[in-house]
């Protein structure tokens, strides 16, 4: 089936040169060693332990109000992360997200309250913009061969600029269009939520059960057996999830509050997307190879050029959809939007989730997983009303575990090899 | 694989060849030919000229003057992928493969292999199809690797250059370039990388082996070309030649000049 990536690499230890593999071709071993890729299994564990010592702390915190609240918290930054994870996989970085989200945000905003533009068009001019400072920005350090920390450095600083000139004097916008307000603060009628789910669950047990049966009919030895039992943590996940946000939040007030949020399943189908595209498709497979080595890539044939200007127009365009996710949640768009820690948390939550910052390794999942560990901290310590700084420093901790574990273990690959 | 080179008609053949770099004649004149299941070593000091000579065949350089034949027509490359298209392959010694990926990938980089999920709209990596490949040519090529997922990350040196030769040979290749192929090996994996140099030359390939091995060279070539100071000084017959030959014609002893020189 599908080349195993960072996070199936984890269940999937390879056989090792030198040592007795299984003849049978079969991929030894379930559990993971610390010499390859054990990518998402430290945020899983993370998440755990944040879980158990927050729900000590306080047994709100895991309760369906507040994970749901949980999830929509971390909607716009997993989006943005997504970006992140497609420019990181090049072996790039791009610092003008949080700025390029606020000012495509801005955009829209304009667009919709000073210019009666319909809401749907309004959000997909704003990304569309998006789509085009990612394309400048491509250009700017593949044509050009400007370091990419450089030229979207220079994005952080300018399109910060353009925020504030598009705002104008009154420096904040508010949002009243009732699609755009709606992407995030309205709820899918609960059997929708269950359909997705279901859906989901049946294509991906589906797509095993036959891909297995397509492998043994060619002959081929059978992917890692680890496969299934991620399958059905995944499942369990997906379908745990969908029945918290279905049961009622309010209980004691009224009306009920109950359905999964638009924004939440926006989010999710993004990441469910880029996954496909970064896993299966043959532009995925070349921003894989270009990040693990460009020269290779080149040499084979591929398109290095464009394939990296494609990366960063996709990423600058999930920035700016993440900035109207934002604004759709706060209602409004203002001087701050984008800004702050926008960046670098949608850096820490790619990087905690397990893409690697030197390129070739990760998935779009780490996006979301990252953001759930650095959302479950800020919300815990809300709960808990710790202050801010206390909050800054556990996220740096924490992202400086995950990087530091990244550079271990492929440095003891290296040696290994 | 059946090759156009027959016992008179060489696969490859290059006559007078000159470069130079502004000042630099880094080949003079050179003749160099190769034919169908055979394996040629090409040795020479450093500066010899065989890394030019190499790029030369495979298209990353242009020659300033002299004849490219293959298969006994006269072409004109204007670039490495036009080698590439004629069938002519060049494993380098960095082996170019993306150490993220598994095998089956890295054999198929830059010619993956589609499949259509809606049809004319979605088309993905046809991933089982490519896998079967790549066992094919393992088993054909006898590369011992117990799972073609692994990572290229994940291998032996040996290994990796086993894969690296694979995916040379994997796409209608006629002749195979290699370069310094045991160069950072042991000697377990150097066996393997023989060989697999002998099956290729049982499939009728053309290999030209760059070393500075002589034990290798003379382990497994039919013959050996000398180079020196950008000429060819010699190509022997390797069952016929000894090792003071060779060292000789690449040092110029043979001309009374010492050894220094």
Redesign the interface.
Known sequence: ????TASE?AK?A?????SP???D????GFAPRLQ??IGALPVLLGLLVIAIVFRIANPFFLTPGNLTNLLVQITPIGVIAIGIVLVLLLGEIDLSVGAVSGFCAAVMAVLSVRHGVPGWLAASLGIGTGLLIGLFQGVWTSVLRVPSFVVTLAGYLGWQGALLWILGSTGTVNLSDPLIVGLVNSRLPVWVGWALAATLVAVLWLSAWW?GA??RR????P??SSRTALLALASAAVLGAVLMMSTNRNPRGDPPIVGVPTGVAILLLLIAAFDFVTR???FG?YV??V???A???R????PVTRVRIAAFALGSGLSAAGGVLAASRLYAVNQSSGGGEVLLNAIAAAVIGGTSLF???GSTWSAFLGALVIGAIANGMDLLAFASSVRFMITGGVLLLAVTLDSYTRSR??K?? | MATAGTPTTPLLELKGIHKRFGAVEALSGVDFEVFGGEVVGLVGDNGAGKSTLVKVIAGTYRADAGEYRFEGRRVQLLSPRDATDLGIQTVYQDLALCENLDVVANLHLGREQLTPVVPGVVRVLDELSMEQRAWRFARELHVHIPSLRTLVADLSGGQRQAVAVARAVMWNSKIVLLDEPTAALGVEQTLQVKELVRNLRKRGLGVVVISHNLSDIFDITDRIVVLRQGRRVASLETGNATRQDVVAFITGAEFGQSVAG
Request: proline content about 10%; glycine content about 28%.
């Open positions: 089936m599908a080349t195993p690499g999937a390879p056989a090792r040169a030198g593999g299984r003849r071709g079969r991929p030894r390859g890729d891909g397509r492998r060619a002959g081929l030895p992917g890692p299966r498709t043959r497979r894989f190879a990040g693990g080595s020269e290779a890539a040499r084979a044939g591929i390129g070739g390794r690959r290296e290994g090899g």
